[in-house]
């Protein structure tokens, strides 16, 4: 008697997916033409760059005069920055290991939101509808930061534009529905010491002190870079630069504090005070002072971009004028990374919160109504916490 083999289906009732899983990052033009779309949008947001009510008249003057600059830093890198590229490499990698590793969450569905550059966070939650979430139905989503560190000027502006699309595509007047139904959002807003992520950079720095003759090794200096903030933004109580300095500390120690290191700041733009020393400053004091050793580690972002592939590579790097000044690599396609993403989304999965505890104080000098009524939504998906 032939015996038969049930189907292999999913249990309805032990899933509690699909999740999308929404990977939040700045973006990048990805050809040159790209380019004054992509300022004009950076220039408009009064979260990275605040121009008061003269906003939508001087955003787009600095805007238009920037970008035959830009436009060659773009062309100068291959024509395009490869964030999207790295993006939906990563995002979609990473679900392909949380379906094996949260079967319970499964499937994962990857998404990208920029917010500068195609897709943008509108695309994004016109597609999250489109694929069956909210829009009635209900369904989880986690909006996942690419940004290691937090800052208002980053993390905070990519929630608020996605807490803007909600109410637009799934607020009271969109649906009628007073929220019944609408997609339940929780928020990955920080992730500056994660031992994964740690691993990763620990890696590639030992990959590139490898390449260094192994009796001037431990001499070679480690420079930690990340993007710097106008001091405006430091001053007003930003995370960002104390959790760079967390993730610096942290790699150092996985390291065994083998190596000098410091950790400077790059990519300032205009007139106003930035947070220093600045890299640029330091490479050339360093190779000044003789110390011609240098591995320059990009650490708060987890891909290549302009900042890497042309500042670091072909102004630094190149204006140092020495073999032994280098760059560890970014952790684009990093495994080790991959796996890191991977355990912070089921961390986070299997949490049941719906944010960091942090996400509900606001900086002390904040005077933003978007940001008090943006953490307010994320911090009510979960009833627990209050914003202050
Ligand atoms: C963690 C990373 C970043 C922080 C913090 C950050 C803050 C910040 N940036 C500006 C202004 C500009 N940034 C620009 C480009 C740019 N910024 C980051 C990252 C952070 N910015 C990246 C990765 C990129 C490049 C994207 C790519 O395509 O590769 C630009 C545009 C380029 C230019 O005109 O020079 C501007 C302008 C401010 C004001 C700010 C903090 C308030
Ligand atoms: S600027 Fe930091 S919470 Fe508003
Ligand atoms: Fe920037």
Known sequence: MATVVPPVTQDATSSKGPTAMVFMNMGGPSTTDEVGDFLSRLFADADLIPLGRLQSYIGPLISSRRTPKIKKQYAAIGGGSPI????????????KLLDQISPETAPHKPYVAFRYANPLTEEMYTNLLKDGF?????????AFTQYPQYSCSTTG???NELWKWRNRLEGKGATGLDSA??????????WPVHPGLVEAFAQNVETQLATYPEESRKDVVLLFSAHSLPMSVVNRGDTYPAEVGATVYAVMQRLGFSN?????????????????AQTSDTVQQYVKKGQTDLILIPIAFTSDHIETLFELDQEVIHEAGHPGVKRAESLND???????????????????????????????????????????????QENLLSVR
């Open 84 to 95: 999207r590229k790295w993006s939906e490499y990563q995002s979609s990698e990473m679900c």
């Open 134 to 142: 909210g829009g009635g139905k209900g369904g989880r989503a986690v």
């Open 157 to 159: 502006s990519s929630l």
């Open 181 to 190: 139904g609408s997609i339940t959002w929780s928020v990955i807003d920080r």
């Open 260 to 276: 000098p290191y410091r950790l400077c700041w790059q990519s300032q733009v205009g007139p106003s005070a930035w947070l220093g």
């Open 334 to 380: 990093s495994r080790v990374f991959i796996e890191a993403l991977a355990d912070v989304a089921v961390n986070h999965l299997r949490s049941g919160e719906s944010c960091s505890r942090q996400m509900g104080l606001r900086c002390q000098g904040c005077k933003s109504e978007r940001c008090l009524e943006q953490k307010k939504f994320f911090v009510s």
